[in-house]
């Protein structure tokens, strides 16, 4: 027993009742309830998850004022790095921020997916694959948990929407919520143990996911392992007693009125067993003694170097989405350059809601732009085009259009305000703001030489692509957003970033189109497995950028794919090498994505799933090889039936290539499955067909059957074959008790 556990042990021996429920229930906003007769102190847990929100001593809520601290760029904008080693710092710089400030646990990362573009709060969210979220949410909650400060993995599970988020019911087959929708939560739970969960506000299948046994303890916590606690997502507990129950640990915000008195007193009627109390007082105590222990009352961190990491990490973030030759700017003196846009001078570069950060300072796109180019003797001007809200006037517009006439190059920032993107609402398309599009159009109308730079936290529709001779995704990138984008248009920073969502043209080609919002307090996946580049693959619907897209000033090229092995089962690792070079004559930065394809399958699969990648740095000329590796889940599916994964033996096809509709290197490999796993699990209600499609099935019915089955003609057959084994009782051919006995040994094997 450690000194940690005999600790906790002596501690809860001494709590009454009370104080042990008490440790389950906020003590306000942001803190844990103290035990102070026992000399247990609280600890703080705030927001995130891409810079750290913590309200002033004297404000119990925050959400509108909040301490200074660095806003990195979010979550969206992370992904689109593709760069777990970025992450990882982001994670040790904002650790360091917390313990400056006295917070023991940062909530986020964010891990959900990108179901629908519409979603609301899609900006606080990686990706819409769950691989590109897992690795890039493992790398943050190892480095923030390496320096002393827990996590909040959120929201578990499936809040997609912000369209009725604290009632919707997500109604989610098991195997879509295991491939999909768990998938992350899985991999960073098993690599990197967050010290919390944080319960969301929805339901899934029907039931609270505060209430949810299968998904907080049966799955969480018996399968994957999960040793730290539960914490609701604020104001997401509707029955207590339930949640505890279910194996929920901590209620936030406190304090909950009568909850203690409630709890209490169905302990002594026997309603509530004292055991699930003390299992989550235990489980509390465990973090809040870490978050004790990890304190550092004199610790404090470098702001310029937070803010250069920023700055690099919004730089690595932008997505050059078109270029004809026009970036980067080559600054010509006597020349002049229009920026037009009031993102240029009032930037938004964060979302709004739980996660908006005080910044420590910010760099507008305007003095930037400015500071650069006045040096190289570069006149710059300036028109809004537009307001606050996205609207323009005749004013605005003639403005605009005089300043981009009299320029060489036109620098037009666009995209989506605050209003469109915020917790809490979720769009309700993807066009940005009337006035946006038109300002844009006009001025591509009069300056052929212009470039259409984006401010935006999701997906949205480009009609004017073809009228611009750049498009560069900027994203909510953080508060050097200014400086970064000097740094890619000036080609300071050759633009690395890759799209960690699928554009759709229109929003009538997105997956979940027809099962978006829901209706009657339900949201149905109807879509299952095939949500982002899954299900434009398999409809082969061509979207306006495809996932994993991202353009370079350089060129790469893709030479070689050398598999470790031609053939594997459940032991194998699989190594992956791809021969990489720059063909281009500066520095780039390219990401190698390996797809896994099931060439055949008895399941509905997607065409092709992201299984691997990494980020590689080469210089002008030079050649690297790239090694990725498989395993075994990487060729699995989840079986409903057997409730369990099965890696499908079979012919499989793996891809290689810096998009997910360019991969020009393929190698074939075979995957051997264990016979015992390949075997369906048969039923009373499966077919005849199915019962002769298995060795031992066939066996056992031709034992039973054999004259009749053979004496039936192709098209007889085509019609009983179908039929459920348990159908042919009512027809007398079997007695139920046969029917049983033939299922129990066709299941033993």
């Known amino acids: 027993m450690t000194a940690s556990d005999q600790q906790i042990n002596d501690l809860l021996t001494q709590m009454t009742l009370e104080e042990k429920i008490s440790l389950t229930i906020g003590q306000d906003m942001w803190s844990t309830h103290p035990v102070e007769r026992l000399g247990l102190g609280s600890i703080n847990m705030n927001d995130g998850p891409h810079g750290l929100r913590k309200p002033p001593e004297n404000s119990s809520i925050g959400i509108v004022d909040a301490i200074p601290a660095t806003c990195f760029p979010t979550a969206a904008a992370v992904a689109s790095t593709w760069d777990v080693e970025l992450a990882r710092a982001i994670g040790a710089a904002i650790a360091q921020e917390c313990l400056a400030n ?24 990686y990706s819409e694959d769950p691989v590109l979220a897992g690795e890039l949410g493992v790398a943050f909650v190892q480095e923030v948990q390496e320096h002393g400060v827990g996590t909040s993995l959120k929201h578990f599970a499936c809040n997609n929407q912000e369209f009725e988020r604290m009632t919707i019911s997500a109604e989610v087959d098991q195997r879509t919520l295991r ?16 010290w919390t969960i944080m319960a969301a506000y929805n339901k899934i299948n029907g039931t609270y996911a505060t209430e949810h046994r299968q998904l907080l303890t049966e799955i969480l916590r018996d399968e994957w392992g999960f040793e730290g606690i539960v914490v609701s997502d604020w104001g997401a507990v509707n029955d207590k007693a339930a949640a505890l129950s279910a194996g929920l640990d901590l209620e936030m915000p406190g304090p909950a009125l009568n909850h203690v008195e409630l709890l209490a007193d169905l302990v002594r009627k026997e309603t509530l067993s004292e055991a699930v109390i003390d299992k989550a ?14 304190r550092q009352p004199a610790a404090s961190y470098d702001r310029a170097a937070h803010h250069a990491l920023a700055r690099r990490a919004a730089s690595e973030s932008m997505v050059l989405l078109k270029n004809d030759g026009i970036l980067p700017l080559l600054p010509v003196a006597g020349s002049r350059v229009a920026v037009i846009g009031n993102f240029a001078q009032k930037p938004r570069y964060q979302g709004a809601g739980s996660s908006e950060i005080n910044a420590t300072q910010v760099d507008t796109p305007l003095e930037a732009l400015q500071a650069w180019l006045t040096e190289h003797a570069v006149e710059v001007t300036f028109a809004a085009g537009y307001d606050h809200d996205g609207n323009t006037n005749e004013a605005l517009l003639n403005e605009a259009l005089a300043t981009a006439k009299d ?24 066009n940005m703001p009337a006035g946006h599009n038109q300002v844009l159009e006009a001025v591509a109308a009069v300056q052929p030489h212009t470039v259409a730079i984006l401010i935006n936290g999701s997906a949205v529709s480009i009609p004017w692509l073809g009228q611009v001779r750049a498009v560069l995704e900027a994203g909510l990138a953080g508060q050097a957003v200014g400086s970064a984008l000097v740094d890619v248009l000036s080609g300071a920073v050759n633009p690395s970033g890759k799209l960690a969502e699928t554009f759709p043209y229109d929003l009538v080609d997105t997956p979940a189109y027809l099962n978006y919002p829901g209706e009657a307090g339900v949201v149905r996946y109807g879509e ?41 089962d459940e032991t194998t690792p699989l190594t992956v090498s791809v021969t990489l070079t720059n063909t281009g004559d500066r520095a780039g930065k390219e990401v190698v994505q390996v797809y896994v394809k099931p060439n055949k399958s008895s399941y509905l699969r997607p065409v092709k799933e992201l299984r691997a990648f990494a980020k590689v740095e080469l210089a002008a000329g030079e050649t690297k090889t790239v090694e990725l590796r498989l395993a075994a889940r ?35 490999l075979t995957v051997n499955e264990d016979p015992r796993s390949a075997r369906k699990v048969l039923t009373r209600m499966s077919s005849i067909k199915e019962f002769l499609d298995d060795p031992i099935g066939a066996e056992l019915l031709q034992a039973s059957a054999g004259a009749f089955i053979e004496g039936q003609s192709a098209s007889t057959r085509a019609i009983f074959e179908p039929i459920p084994l348990a159908k042919f009782v009512n027809f007398g051919f079997f007695e139920a008790s046969q029917v049983d006995e033939l299922v129990a040994k066709v299941n033993q094997g």
């Not at 007082?281 to 990890?294: C, F, S, V």
């Open 407 to 430: 320029a060489s190059v036109s620098l037009v920032l666009v995209g989506l305000p605050d209003a469109y993107e915020t917790e809490g609402a979720d769009r309700t398309h993807i």
């Open 179 to 194: 491939e999909l929708y768990l998938l992350a939560f899985e991999q960073v739970v098993k690599r990197a143990q967050p």
């Open 634 to 668: 990487d060729f699995s599916v989840y079986d409903q039936q057997r409730a369990a994964w099965r890696m499908e033996g079979g012919e499989y096809t793996i891809l290689a290539g810096g998009c997910s509709d360019d991969l020009p290197l393929v190698a074939d």
């Open 281 to 294: 007082a235990r489980r509390m105590l465990k973090i809040i003694l870490r978050g004790l222990e990890q």
């Open 102 to 125: 006295n917070v023991q646990i940062v909530l986020g990362p964010g891990i959900n997916l990108k179901r629908t573009p519409l979603g609301g709060r899609n900006f606080e969210y």
């Open 528 to 568: 299952g497995l095939f949500i982002g580049y899954r299900y434009y693959d398999v409809r082969k619907v061509k979207p306006l950028f495809p996932f994993g897209y991202g353009l370079s000033y350089t060129t790469f090229r893709y030479d070689q794919l050398v598999l470790s092995a031609s053939s594997i």
